[in-house]
């Protein structure tokens, strides 16, 4: 399952970090950290839109 946390119109670009690149597991690493998630919660990706200041945070939790 996976919920956006922060959304808004427009469209968003799949996979980019805050720099317009690739994030990866450091990027969502500092936004789970930023939110105080904890197991089994995690961030599975991350999208950017500078052009709609949008940021999209999708997170998802191991099953038990």
Same mark, same amino acid.
């Given at each position: 399952?996976?919920?956006?946390?922060?959304?808004?119109?427009?469209?968003? #670009? *799949?996979?980019?970090?805050?720099?317009?690149?690739?994030?990866?597991?450091?990027?969502?690493?500092? &936004? %789970?950290? !930023?939110?105080?998630?904890?197991?089994?919660?995690? #961030? *599975?990706?991350?999208?950017?839109?500078?052009?709609?200041?949008?940021?999209?945070?999708h997170?998802? &939790? %191991?099953? !038990?």
């Amino acid at each position: 399952m996976t919920c956006p946390v922060v959304s808004g119109a427009g469209r968003a #670009v *799949e996979g980019r970090g805050a720099a317009g690149r690739d994030g990866g597991m450091a990027e969502r690493g500092l &936004f %789970e950290r !930023a939110l105080g998630l904890q197991r089994p919660w995690r #961030v *599975e990706r991350t999208e950017f839109d500078a052009a709609e200041r949008r940021l999209d945070l999708h997170l998802d &939790f %191991e099953a !038990a």
